[in-house]
């Protein structure tokens, strides 16, 4: 779920415009251009029943750490009872740790929705009496390894990958000369479902490159 460390090394074309926090809405592959792939949907289209079963399992007077995919605090922060709020960790790409408030005089209805590498071992940032989160993971979910990798041969037939994006679409033609384990990781990416919601670009050079995690 995190790229190997590294510079980037994906070639971009044409130039971009706007590249600030540009979002990887999805990936598409190309292997002998004209002819197109469609990446497979994110797992919050293919429905989050699966995950229902963990809901049952809430940890009282807990609060557990983890990566904030969305936060429960400020105008943009989710408001939601600790059922609801399971239900939406487990429609949301990228969630399997949440945090909901159980007690509405301390901390009204923040939901916290989280990604940890390891659910299941997610550390407890409290627990007791005293404390007024609910609490939950779902193991399995959205974790690195949940998703099978593509053959090398099938990896290595992916060229070039177009993505989606606000600005259009964007050809970007990789180059494993410049660093094989970012472009391989891309290439998982384009064949499979291995991205969580923390894939972003955080770096484009017109014409040069494009890096993002």
């Given amino acids: 779920f995190r790229p190997p460390a590294g510079p980037g090394a994906a070639n971009a074309q044409p130039p971009i415009q706007a590249p600030d926090a540009l979002p990887l809405l999805r990936a598409m592959y190309v292997r002998d251009v ?6 497979p949907p994110p797992p919050g289209q293919r429905g989050a029943d699966r995950w229902a079963s963990s809901c049952s399992a809430m940890r009282a007077n807990t609060d557990l750490e983890g990566d904030v995919v969305q936060d429960g605090y400020g ?3 989710l408001s939601l009872p600790p059922a609801a709020c399971c239900a939406a960790c487990g429609a949301t790409r990228g969630c ?3 945090v909901a408030c159980a007690d509405a005089s301390r901390c009204g209805q923040q939901c916290w929705l ?4 390891d659910p299941a071992g997610t550390s407890v940032r409290g627990a007791g009496s005293g404390v007024p989160w609910t609490a939950g993971v779902m193991p399995g979910k959205d974790t690195p390894g949940s998703v099978p990798e593509p053959p090398e ?5 992916v060229k070039v990958v177009a993505l989606r994006t606000a600005f259009g679409d964007l050809l970007i033609r990789l180059r ?3 660093h094989a384990p970012s472009v391989r990781y891309v290439r998982i990416v384009a064949l499979t479902d291995s991205c969580t919601a923390k ?8 014409g040069f490159l494009l890096q993002g995690a």
């Fill in 114 to 117: 989280k990604w940890a590498a």
């Fill in 34 to 39: 004209p002819r197109l792939g469609q990446s």
């Fill in 96 to 98: 399997n740790v949440w």
């Fill in 75 to 77: 105008p943009r922060g």
């Fill in 199 to 206: 894939c972003v670009f955080y770096r484009a050079e017109p």
């Fill in 153 to 157: 041969a099938e990896l290595a037939a």
């Fill in 176 to 178: 494993p000369d410049w």
